[in-house]
T-cell receptor
Framework: GENVEQHPSTLSVQEGDSAVIKCTYS??????FPWYKQELGKGPQLIID?????GEKKDQRIAVTLNKTAKHFSLHITETQPEDSAVYFC???????????FGKGTMLLVSP | KAGVTQTPRYLIKTRGQQVTLSCSPI?????VSWYQQTPGQGLQFLFE???????NKGNFPGRFSGRQFSNSRSEMNVSTLELGDSALYLC??????????????FGPGTRLTVL
């Protein structure tokens, strides 16, 4: 089955810096890669996703890149703010299937 | 549009008991998936229901079961609770139409503690 590895497990940045979280996946058939943000006491919130027919997607301060050949994808957050502090999860799936395989998560701490 | 709702939010049970958790998906969503979240194992897929049928199942023992009703609401049941079943149980709903949209939206979860 699919295996998703996520790095780093913790990331501390200063407000205004950029943050990058990286994930690799094992199943070359996976073609849908969402990212979730989970705040304390809440469920994961979908923040951005990418499908394998594109290499990059942006939404304001966040962007995701995908390298299908290397089987890795990354989340980029620019101009970080304290409210970006949370645990971020990457996941992989195949289109048409609801089964998401998650990475172990990255705790992002943005210091003012 | 209301989001995914889960009840109850918190639950305390003792070993050997059984528990039923409920999930109401976003209106119009027909697929409901359940996940278990623990500090050690992270987020793990339990099962998925679509149109009242279980379509996919994760690697969990038979003590974990679920069902989906005609209005897409879903329940999951855990029988003979063990200490290791203590976790946050998350429900996610998806539209999952024929064109293969499968963004999943999560509820707040039910925190189950087994004593």
């Amino acid at each position: 089955g699919e295996n998703v590895e996520q790095h780093p497990s913790t990331l501390s940045v200063q407000e205004g810096d950029s943050a990058v979280i990286k994930c690799t996946y094992s199943d070359s058939a996976s073609n849908y890669f969402p990212w979730y943000k989970q705040e304390l006491g809440k469920g994961p919130q979908l923040i951005i996703d990418i499908r394998s027919n594109v290499g990059e997607k942006k939404d304001q301060r966040i962007a995701v890149t995908l390298n299908k050949t290397a089987k890795h994808f990354s989340l980029h957050i620019t101009e970080t703010q304290p409210e970006d502090s949370a645990v971020y999860f990457c996941a992989a799936s195949k289109e048409g299937y609801s089964t998401l395989t998650f990475g172990k998560g990255t705790m992002l701490l943005v210091s003012p | 549009k209301a989001g995914v709702t889960q009840t109850p939010r918190y639950l305390i049970k003792t070993r050997g008991q059984q528990v039923t958790l409920s999930c109401s998906p976003i209106s119009g969503h027909r697929s409901v998936s359940w996940y278990q979240q623990t500090p050690g194992q992270g987020l793990q897929f339990l099962f998925e229901y679509f149109s009242e049928t279980q379509r996919n199942k994760g690697n969990f023992p038979g003590r974990f079961s679920g069902r989906q009703f005609s209005n897409s609401r879903s329940e999951m049941n855990v029988s003979t609770l063990e200490l290791g079943d203590s976790a946050l149980y998350l429900c996610a709903s998806s539209f999952l139409a024929d064109h293969l949209y499968n963004e999943q939206f999560f509820g707040p979860g039910t925190r189950l503690t087994v004593l």
